[in-house]
């Protein structure tokens, strides 16, 4: 069976708890407790100059700031030295990629299933091209004959075949913009002041990559606003990513999927562990 690319990046970075909700919680659990203390000393000098009520002795307790309540409001006044009120832009486009990654791998199971179910083709191949005399020749006309239904590859796996390759490139295409963005400390910083012009979040913006303009762009609900960051070098961050045809098909010919395939290997070495160089 075709290998898969199981090497799926891992953009560990699933979304933080939000800094500001934490120290809202923290803070709002310490001032409830100190509410609860006042009004207990409030009755406590109402009642003890009049000498009209008395507690069980031990309502002060309830009134008490615990060491884990202490311990939580610290951590979240520390956490608010990195909070950003604009959002993060560096992880909302490694979570796009993350996305685009999954996609990617989930059509390269499809993709692998039906180059399965079409992987006769090869050893047809290798047979014609190798046949030197008329008898060799015979022998593929009489294998041909006698798997032709086997050998027989349908329109709907061809266009199984075709559409998951197209799926491929653009997931992957959508990854790389985002996760080189991700990675560029000026481009990143570029977009997160948009977001701070328009008074609003990394998170709220609509963020997407433009194979057309050769760009990553963000946009801000109920505004015409965007700001872009280029991936051919025509701005000031630096990043030119696309390659030519030859190189993207060199660097698949140098790749583990490829060389363990039944196009790298050779289809006798691939499913019989025979031939092999």
């Known amino acids: 069976m075709l290998k898969k690319a199981i090497c799926l990046l891992a953009i560990c970075s699933a979304a933080s708890s939000n800094e500001l909700d934490t120290l809202i919680n923290s803070s709002s659990a310490i001032v409830d407790q100190i509410d609860k203390g006042i009004r207990l000393v409030g ?37 608010m030295q990195s909070y950003q009120s604009y959002g993060s832009v560096q992880n909302v486009l490694e979570n796009l990629a993350s996305e685009e990654l999954v996609l990617m791998n989930d059509a390269v199971d499809t993709f692998t299933e039906v180059v399965v179910d079409m992987i006769q083709v090869v050893e047809v191949t290798e047979m014609a091209e190798t046949a030197a005399s008329p008898a060799e020749e015979a022998e593929v006309q009489e294998f041909v004959a006698q798997n032709q239904e086997m050998l027989t590859i349908t329109q709907e796996e061809v266009d199984t075949y075709n559409q998951s390759v197209d799926d491929i490139e653009t997931h992957a295409n959508n990854a790389s913009a985002f996760i080189a963005v991700a990675a560029n400390t000026e481009a990143v910083g570029f977009l997160e002041q948009g977001a701070e012009n328009n008074n609003t979040t990394a998170e709220e913006a609509t963020l997407t990559y433009n194979a057309s303009y050769q760009w990553v762009q963000m946009s801000w609900a109920g505004t015409n606003n965007a700001s872009a960051v280029y991936l051919n070098g025509n701005d000031n961050f630096g990043l030119d990513l696309y390659k030519t045809e030859a190189e993207v098909l060199l660097s698949g010919s140098e790749s583990e999927f490829y060389l363990t395939s039944p196009i790298g290997q050779g289809y006798n070495c691939y499913m019989y562990g025979e031939d092999c160089e």
């Open 43 to 79: 009755a406590a000098q109402e009642y003890s100059y009049q000498g009209a009520g008395m507690s069980n002795g031990q309502l002060s307790q309830t009134a008490h700031i615990s060491s884990e309540q202490l311990q939580a409001y610290n951590n979240a006044l520390a956490g």
